[in-house]
C-alpha cells in the first residue's frame, strides 16, 4: 500500500552511485543508514522519496548520494548475500524503482517533465495527463522433475556465472503461463514437459520482473539440447548431489532446496 509520510529518525534511507549502495558495517552485519545518521539539511530531507514500507518502518530514496566516512560502498549483487532476507528484497525493489525514476523523466507523448503523483506509485505528465506506473514484466520459473530417476534439472545462465538456477524466461504476447512454460523448457534445454503445477510468485526487482513459478515432470527423454546463447550448462542433480541452503532469497533456489528436502 502506497503511503507516503515524512521520514522518521529510524528510517532507511537508500543511495546509489551507478550499480552500487550506501551500506553500513554494524555488528549484527551490514545495513542501510537509518534518516538520523545521515544529518541531512532540510532541504535534502525534503527532497527525499518515499519508496515503501515494512511492517512500521519507511524506506527512502536519496538521489542525491552523501559522502560520510562511516559509508560503505558495495555493487548491488550484494543484496543477494545480504540478510535477513527482507533487508535483501528492500534493496533489490529500490534499485528497481530508482531505475524506473531514471527512465521516466519526460512523457513519451508531449515530451513534458513528468512529476510525482501524491496519490499512488506513479509518474504523472502535467501536460496531458499520462500515466506511467513502474514496469512489471510476466516471468515464468520451472522446476522440471525426472520421476523416473529423482533428479532436478539445473541450468546455469552465461549472465549468472556458477550460480544454479531453474529454466525461466518471459511470458510472450498472447501466451498463457502454461504455454511458456512449454516454450521455455523446449526452448532451452530441449525437453518436453508435463503435470504442470502451479507454485508460486515472486517479485523480482533485478530484472523488473513478476516470477510465477512452477513445477513439472519430464515427459519423455531426458537427453539435453542447450541453447547456446541463453544457457551456458545444464545438467540433473539428485537431492543428494544439490549444496544445503537453509535460507534461500530467490523462489528458484527455494524450489531447488525443497526438491533436496523431498519436499517438491
Known sequence: QYEPRQPQPSDRILMFREEQVAMIRRPEGLDY???AELSLTQAEASALIFLFRINEEAYFLNETSVDLSFL???PIAQFRELKPNYLAMAGITAVQLKRWRQTRRFCGVCGQALCDSPRERARVCPQCGRIEYPQISPCVITAVIDRSQNKLLVVQGHSTGRRMALVAGYVEIGETLEQAVAREVAEEVGL????????GSQPWAFSSTQMMAF???LDGSPKLTLQAEEIAAARWMSPEELPENADPLSIGHQMIERFRQGRL
Open 33 to 35: 543508514p537509518r534518516f
Open 72 to 74: 560503505c560502498w558495495f
Open 215 to 217: 513445477v513439472a515432470d
Open 192 to 199: 518436453k514437459v508435463k503435470k504442470l503445477r502451479y507454485y
